[in-house]
């Protein structure tokens, strides 16, 4: 990155902890420490003209180099995922946080400007595997923020980071739903009261509002997510109802 400041928060709440624990190391590497110019220069004009800058290949591959070099003395024969933020990367999801969780080195370049010179993936894929990752289809001013994102969704999954391993289960996004809504107390605020079912004590009947509750939101806000569920799931009458009652057409 050329803004190391923008990682700090990887100091605070989970993943500070997760840090001081030794569940996970991070390192934070400053780009510009790779420029050998007076100015420290890592950008200029795009090859073919247009509008903005392009990062320049020269301060990346040394980056990634040391990057390399640093990290295979501490563990011989391993590499790093080289993960590139970019909207016109591949979504980033659930799935892939998984799958990036049970990886045992990450290393993100996060671009500014219009992006990094496209030889810098090309001789790192030499090496490393290299994967551009999007979070959405919006488009941010550089690859940090989403790095931060991608971070704190594969850090919370590896194991002894979130402390009641339950709660990683029926969280949204979890087995294609969203997640259930919650209450706490008071039992009843601005007239607005917990719905009954949940200080009933009964746990069958708690859990199944829960789970009619995720169908229908999901139906609700997210009905792209329905067909997924349903590939895994054939549902019961009432799930159909309940589908129905929501709106969702398949
Ligand atoms: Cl990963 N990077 C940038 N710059 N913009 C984005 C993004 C990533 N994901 C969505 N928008």
Redesign the pocket.
């Known amino acids: 990155t050329i803004f190391p400041e923008y990682l700090a928060p990887l100091e605070l709440s989970l993943i500070g902890k997760a840090r001081r624990s030794g569940l996970v190391e991070l390192a934070v590497h400053d780009l510009r420490d790779f420029t050998h110019d007076r100015h420290r220069t890592v950008d200029d004009a795009p090859a073919g003209g247009g509008a903005g800058m392009v990062m320049r290949p020269e301060p990346w591959g040394e980056a990634i180099d040391h990057v390399l070099a640093a990290g295979a003395g501490e563990r011989p024969g391993v590499v790093p995922t080289l993960l590139v ?3 016109s ?1 591949r979504r ?1 999801d659930q799935a892939m946080a998984h799958e990036l969780a049970g990886l045992d080195w990450l290393a993100f370049a996060c ?1 500014r400007y219009e992006g990094i010179d496209e030889r810098v993936l090309d001789d790192a894929a030499e090496r490393l595997p290299v994967r551009a ?11 940090e ?2 790095a931060l994102a991608v971070i704190e969704a594969v850090v919370r999954l590896l194991p002894g980071v979130v402390g009641n391993a339950e709660s990683l289960v029926e969280e949204s996004h979890e087995g294609h739903l969203l997640e259930y809504p919650v209450y706490t107390r008071p039992a009843s605020w601005r007239g607005r009261e917990v719905p009954e079912v949940l200080s009933s004590g009964h746990h069958a009947n708690v859990a199944a509002w829960r789970h009619e509750q995720r169908l229908r939101r999901t139906a609700r806000r997210r009905p792209d997510l329905i067909a997924a569920w349903l590939a895994e799931h054939e549902p019961t009458p009432r799930e159909r109802e309940l589908l129905a009652e929501e709106g969702w057409v398949g």
């Open positions: 933020p970019s909207p990367g980033f671009g990752v999007s979070l959405g289809d919006y488009v941010l001013n550089g690859g923020v989403a």
